[in-house]
RNA sequence: GCCGGGGUCGCCCAGCCUGGUAGGGCGCCGGCCUGCUAAGCCGGUGGGGGAAACCCCGCGCGGGUUCAAAUCCCGCCCCCGGCGCCA
């Protein structure tokens, strides 16, 4: 395999790598045991290399054997050895097991301005964007996630309580059913009905057409896909509760699009000047939302199927970690044609995830929960799924392979944005403001609507 | 699902029948030569270990036979063609 970030560290450089299971707050024994095993393997690699050498040189004789006399005794030998080397083989092939087992648990080295901190109120926000509508209750809470950060957003004081989103959905527009859903599949499932599937479409259509516009080639990948693929692209045994497995079949359905696309690479090695590839994905996504717990169990928030529109760059180690800015204000930038009120936080040491080097949550502000909630997510993950999926770019100067680097990130998912618009545009009168930006992807359609959403006159079903 | 053909280095292909050092072409990189954007010639171009010499592994994946497997046998995956079935 070509040069690892994270098994160089550890074989060079133990110490600076203990630093980071001492950011992340991990058990160092972890550590400990990887670099036994490390060594281990090492040396019982040479060992069982010398004895094929050996072999290899008796069989070579065998051949070139002059009399029959000879090429028996060379037989003899070489028989010897091959037992010798299943023997060792085998014990050689647990220790190889243990080895790549551990480095599959190795966490990523992390930038050097990730914050060190283990819980998510500990983030830190870094800017915001919009104009908040804020209840006076809730304006001490509004200060302490931004101004006390140094991050200022305008804000207007609203006396009247906002509406949740899961009211404005089933009770005031009328245009989603989580009872009937949750009875025929069960709780975070959802109907959307009337203009709700336009918004979602529009949405969608909204931010893959400004990727595209950024050089963002589009894709629709597979929703399914195999489980020794899914385990290159995370930490499997953290996640296999989260994921749905298909019956009797190698299939996972994913949880987001980025799986998938990054298997694009997935043993598929590319041209040094291919690199950078840049992706807006679409897909369904399915999650377990195993752990959640009661949390959001109202209304879309938090649900186990959604679409989403993915961004996705597989970069040239020289020059990857600006696309992580590039991404992050992609993100922001269709969060601004949604007139949406934001903030961006540079997440924490502790909560950022095994596999990655460094990541923003994009938040958007919740009216009638008082708080940002998170929307999106960018990360740079270095060469953590290169190393696991051998995502390789074939180097110009010498023909040799060399890991990509892997970053991924929210383009907009799509049911969280509605949840995000039914809170932030509802008018006082029930009605919905449709921003601006998102009316021309309405307008050829003459069924959907174009400024506002209204609610829905009554009848009996559903 | 059945029958047949196939999967070999970034790409295309040979080697398989008859087991014994994986070869050619294209592309790319470097060098040489010739002064002209060309052609030609030489070398390099899968992975690992090693300071290096060099050694080990590698022919879709996994087993088996053998002193020795790209090659023979078994199972699986994928691609192409034909047949069947079909929202």
């Given at each position: 395999?070509?040069?690892?970030?994270?098994?160089?560290?550890?074989?060079?450089?133990?110490?600076?790598?203990r630093a980071v299971f001492k950011k992340r707050g991990m058990n160092e024994s972890l550590l400990e045991e990887a670099l036994k095993l490390d060594s281990l393997y090492l040396s019982k690699l040479k060992e069982i290399e010398a004895l094929r050498s050996e072999h290899n040189k008796y069989s070579k004789l065998v051949r070139e054997a002059k009399s029959q006399e000879e090429k028996t005794k060379y037989i003899s030998i070489?028989?010897?050895?091959?037992?010798?080397?299943?023997?060792?083989?085998?014990?050689?092939?647990?220790?190889?097991?243990?080895?790549?087992?551990?480095?599959?648990?190795?966490?990523?080295?992390?930038?050097?301005?990730?914050?060190?901190?283990?819980?998510?109120?500990?983030?830190?926000?870094?800017?915001?964007?919009?104009?908040?509508?804020?209840?006076?209750?809730?304006?001490?809470?509004?200060?302490?996630?931004?101004?006390?950060?140094?991050?200022?957003?305008?804000?207007?004081?609203?006396?009247?309580?906002?509406?949740?989103?899961?009211?404005?959905?089933?009770?005031?527009?009328?245009?989603?059913?989580?009872?009937?859903?949750?009875?025929?599949?069960?709780?975070?499932?959802?109907?959307?009905?009337?203009?709700?599937?336009?918004?979602?479409?529009?949405?969608?259509?909204?931010?893959?057409?400004?990727?595209?516009?950024?050089?963002?080639?589009?894709?629709?990948?597979?929703?399914?896909?195999?489980?020794?693929?899914?385990?290159?692209?995370?930490?499997?045994?953290?996640?296999?509760?989260?994921?749905?497995?298909?019956?009797?079949?190698?299939?996972?359905?994913?949880?987001?699009?980025?799986?998938?696309?990054?298997?694009?690479?997935?043993?598929?090695?590319?041209?040094?000047?291919?690199?950078?590839?840049?992706?807006?994905?679409?897909?369904?996504?399915?999650?377990?939302?195993?752990?959640?717990?009661?949390?959001?169990?109202?209304?879309?928030?938090?649900?186990?199927?959604?679409?989403?529109?993915?961004?996705?760059?597989?970069?040239?180690?020289?020059?990857?970690?600006?696309?992580?800015?590039?991404?992050?204000?992609?993100?922001?930038?269709?969060?601004?044609?949604?007139?949406?009120?934001?903030?961006?936080?540079?997440?924490?040491?502790?909560?950022?995830?095994?596999?990655?080097?460094?990541?923003?949550?994009?938040?958007?502000?919740?009216?009638?929960?008082?708080?940002?909630?998170?929307?999106?997510?960018?990360?740079?993950?270095?060469?953590?799924?290169?190393?696991?999926?051998?995502?390789?770019?074939?180097?110009?100067?010498?023909?040799?392979?060399?890991?990509?680097?892997?970053?991924?990130?929210?383009?907009?998912?799509?049911?969280?944005?509605?949840?995000?618009?039914?809170?932030?545009?509802?008018?006082?009168?029930?009605?919905?403001?449709?921003?601006?930006?998102?009316?021309?992807?309405?307008?050829?359609?003459?069924?959907?609507?174009?400024?506002?959403?209204?609610?829905?006159?009554?009848?009996?079903?559903?």
């Amino acid at each position: 395999m070509p040069t690892w970030t994270v098994l160089e560290l550890l074989r060079k450089d133990p110490e600076a790598y203990r630093a980071v299971f001492k950011k992340r707050g991990m058990n160092e024994s972890l550590l400990e045991e990887a670099l036994k095993l490390d060594s281990l393997y090492l040396s019982k690699l040479k060992e069982i290399e010398a004895l094929r050498s050996e072999h290899n040189k008796y069989s070579k004789l065998v051949r070139e054997a002059k009399s029959q006399e000879e090429k028996t005794k060379y037989i003899s030998i070489v028989r010897e050895l091959a037992s010798r080397i299943d023997e060792e083989e085998k014990k050689f092939q647990e220790i190889k097991n243990a080895w790549e087992n551990i480095l599959k648990k190795l966490p990523n080295i992390l930038a050097d301005d990730v914050p060190v901190g283990f819980s998510d109120e500990e983030n830190v926000p870094v800017r915001g964007w919009g104009k908040a509508k804020v209840p006076s209750s809730k304006l001490k809470e509004f200060y302490e996630q931004t101004e006390k950060w140094g991050v200022r957003l305008d804000y207007e004081v609203i006396e009247k309580e906002p509406v949740p989103h899961a009211d404005m959905l089933e009770y005031v527009l009328g245009m989603g059913d989580t009872q009937q859903a949750g009875k025929i599949a069960s709780s975070r499932f959802y109907y959307l009905f009337d203009d709700l599937v336009w918004l979602d479409f529009a949405l969608s259509l909204l931010a893959l057409d400004m990727l595209a516009r950024k050089g963002y080639r589009l894709v629709i990948p597979p929703y399914m896909i195999r489980t020794k693929v899914l385990e290159s692209a995370l930490d499997y045994d953290t996640f296999k509760d989260m994921i749905y497995k298909i019956e009797d079949e190698d299939l996972n359905l994913i949880g987001t699009a980025e799986h998938p696309i990054l298997a694009l690479l997935y043993d598929n090695p590319v041209r040094e000047e291919d690199l950078p590839i840049k992706l807006a994905g679409w897909s369904a996504c399915f999650r377990k939302e195993a752990g959640a717990g009661n949390r959001d169990l109202k209304g879309i928030f938090r649900v186990h199927q959604f679409h989403k529109v993915e961004q996705f760059v597989f970069a040239h180690p020289s020059d990857s970690w600006g696309f992580l800015e590039e991404m992050t204000r992609n993100t922001e930038e269709i969060l601004q044609a949604l007139e949406l009120p934001y903030r961006v936080v540079k997440v924490v040491s502790g909560e950022i995830g095994l596999g990655v080097a460094k990541k923003y949550d994009v938040e958007v502000w919740y009216p009638s929960q008082g708080r940002f909630r998170e929307i999106a997510s960018i990360s740079h993950l270095i060469d953590w799924q290169a190393f696991r999926g051998n995502l390789t770019f074939i180097r110009k100067s010498d023909g040799r392979r060399e890991y990509v680097h892997t970053l991924n990130g929210t383009g907009l998912p799509t049911t969280r944005a509605i949840t995000a618009i039914l809170e932030n545009h509802q008018q006082s009168d029930g009605a919905v403001y449709i921003p601006k930006a998102l009316r021309k992807y309405l307008e050829s359609i003459p069924s959907a609507p174009k400024d506002y959403i209204h609610p829905r006159k009554k009848s009996a079903f559903p």
